[in-house]
């Protein structure tokens, strides 16, 4: 995945450089101000442990061995903003000093591991733990996944820089002048490795770091709450109220009335009936760029519509006149059904209270470890 | 006792230090380019190092690696070293890639055995691309085997490389040889304390928990670093002593290797 010289074209890593360069003035930025604190050697440090790691010879499940990156674990402790800082340190050093990757492609290489990486380990981490406690599954789960979804969207990068060179690039003959395989061949090429053994030892790495500082060093990952945390001997069962959340979704629900300000239907959510009136006609040809409706129901439109009738047809239930207040009681309704869902399965998988929560959580983190 | 994925660690460890120690030495050496400005060298050998991935010639590519030669000799780099650690292992790395290329790309058949047929384009793409890699290791190794690390640091801020960026990569790399040995040590115990057939399941918990400790020392050894930058006197600014004077040889030889880099580009088109 370390690309280097004389993989790219020249114009390929100037291009490279101009856009990792946007992300490195934002980070930097971002973190300028924690620089001049304890962040400097902890993201120096971080980047070190992330070089050391890259050497770490995993074995995997099969036999065979892979090495991790450590953008997922840099990610989930300093965030994205310092895990790309980190993780472009140790790239650099690497190109630098010890020759794995070009110069010239360094902001290629910075981009796909360090940047991307970085985004998609920490948005995969926190889409998926999002509302999960501290000591839950899922958590741990999702540092596997932002491991793999890291690792895997570096390399779909890196195959995408390769496989546009030959388009690109070639002599009047059509000979590539740099990396050789088109697009079609690149990405299966590079997927495949990474969608297996390297996705895995990264998934490993991520989610068995993950593991132990959540045992040990729960602080690192802004999991402790209290000095009982600390010693990982409790956690955040009762995560903090997300108050401005619950705000947030009073206001859009508030605000659902909106909806009936746009004028006509939402496109492919037609109904049998728009085919057969004048006016939905013109509405379905005019945002199809024109393409008339055909002039009879679909068979397979017509078949299956009738297949489920909800209960609040048109967003209104058949007594309430008002279309606004018709919106704004499906969105209660809504919410309210979502809500009770998540209640219910919080239930049936004994994720709520408090008081069996440590004990349980422990003794899953036992078992998987 | 199964412990090759340990040994294989153990082993990188081993010659990631071994390789510091022997650039500390290369950059302390009396020769050509030991003797020059840092940021002369930085930026002249980028542009040869530019000028080979803009070069579409064999022969410009070949003429570039001969003055990268010519170069380590002039600054007593050992031929052999470089071939071993870089030469050997570029090409054989990017022969493997570019290997297929030769059979891959339509054009005139030049050689052909059974079915496999390797045409005119595709050895000319693939030459190519060894050639380059080759060339850009060459010239991007031998600015770093002549350069004392802390001065190629301060020469990056001949290219705007912000300040706290440079100091960054200073400690990177004073920690990344400590951290290199703690992970040394650690594994060096275990392996001691290691008797019989360990299954990779084992061997996969006692990596991951190595590492696990590992990242907890580093994040308390980054606080401990903190509190000793305090205890000198740092008080968030990041300064870096400037002590580089260009004399008239450095002059000369920025003039002569951004020539070459000119001359390079315009045979290479």
Request: with cysteine; glycine share 10%; aromatic share 8%.
């Amino acid at each position: 995945m370390h690309i280097p010289d004389g993989y790219l074209s020249p114009s390929t890593c100037a291009t490279m450089y101009a856009a990792s360069a946007g992300f490195w003035w934002h980070a930097l930025r971002k973190t300028r101000r924690q620089m001049m604190g304890r962040a400097l050697p902890r993201l120096a440090l971080m980047a070190a442990f992330c070089f050391v790691v890259m050497l770490f010879n995993l074995p995997l499940p099969g036999g065979t061995t892979g090495h991790a990156l450590g953008v997922g674990i840099a990610a989930i402790v300093l965030g994205p903003w310092g895990g790309m800082l980190a993780v472009s340190l140790a790239l650099t050093i690497q190109a630098l000093f010890f020759g794995d990757g070009g110069i010239t492609t360094l902001g290629a290489n910075c981009f796909n591991m360090a940047i991307a990486g970085s985004l998609a380990a920490w948005g995969i981490y926190h889409l998926l733990s999002m509302g999960s406690t501290a000591m839950s599954r899922r958590r741990l789960v999702a540092a596997a996944l932002a491991g793999y979804g890291s690792i895997n969207v570096a390399a779909l990068l890196a195959a995408i820089e390769f496989g546009i060179q030959p388009m690109l690039f070639h002599d009047a003959s059509g000979a590539p002048l740099y990396a050789p395989y088109p697009l079609h061949v690149a990405i299966p090429a590079m997927m495949a490795g990474h969608l297996t053994i390297a996705g895995l030892a990264e998934a490993l790495m991520t989610a068995g770091l993950f593991g132990y500082l959540r045992r040990n060093e729960p602080a690192l990952l802004g999991l402790a709450k209290s000095g009982l945390a600390k010693d990982g001997l409790a956690t955040d069962a009762t995560p903090k109220t997300p108050r401005g959340l619950w705000g947030g979704l009073a206001v859009l629900m508030l605000l659902t009335p909106l909806g009936i300000l746009a004028g006509g239907a939402a496109w492919g959510e037609w109904a049998p009936r728009d085919f057969a009136d004048q006016a939905a006609r013109a509405q379905i040809a005019s945002a199809s760029g024109n393409h008339a409706a055909p002039a009879a129901v679909p068979t397979g439109l017509s078949k299956l519509a009738g297949v489920w009738t909800a209960p609040l047809p048109d967003y209104a239930p058949h007594f309430v006149k008002s279309a606004a207040f018709g919106y704004f009681l499906s969105a209660i309704f809504g919410v309210g059904i979502i809500l009770g869902v998540v209640w219910l399965a919080q239930v049936f998988t004994g994720r709520k209270g408090e008081g069996t929560e440590t004990d349980t959580a422990e003794k899953s983190e036992e078992r998987e470890r | 006792m199964s412990a090759h994925p340990v040994a294989r660690t153990l082993r990188g460890f081993s010659q990631a230090l071994a390789r510091t120690l022997v650039s500390e030495d290369a950059a302390h050496a009396r020769g050509l380019l030991q003797g020059i400005d840092p940021r002369v060298k930085l930026v002249g050998m980028m542009a040869l190092v530019v000028a080979s991935a803009l070069s579409h010639r064999v022969d410009t590519l070949l003429e570039l690696l001969a003055v990268g030669v010519g170069l380590a000799m002039m600054s007593r780099v050992s031929l052999w070293s470089l071939a071993r650690r870089v030469w050997l292992v570029a090409f054989v790395f990017s022969f493997m890639i570019a290997a297929p290329a030769m059979f891959l790309t339509p054009g005139v058949v030049v050689w052909r055995w059974g079915w496999l047929a390797a045409t005119a384009p595709g050895v000319h793409t693939a030459a190519l691309l060894v050639l380059r890699v080759e060339a850009a290791v060459t010239l991007s190794t031998l600015l770093v085997l002549t350069t004392p690390w802390m001065w190629l640091l301060k020469a990056l801020r001949t290219l705007w490389v912000p300040v706290e960026v440079i100091a960054l990569l200073a400690m990177t790399h004073r920690y990344v040889v400590l951290l290199a040995e703690t992970a040394n040590q650690m594994f060096e115990s275990r392996q001691s304390r290691m008797v019989g057939r360990v299954k990779g399941r084992e061997q996969r918990h006692m990596m991951i928990n190595t590492g696990g400790v590992l990242l907890s020392k580093t994040m308390a050894m980054g606080d401990e670093v903190y509190m000793a930058m305090l205890a000198r006197g740092f008080r968030g600014e990041v300064r870096l002593l400037a002590e580089f004077r260009m004399k008239g040889r450095d002059w000369l030889m920025g003039a002569a290797l951004l020539m070459l880099a000119v001359a390079a580009v315009v045979a290479g088109r």
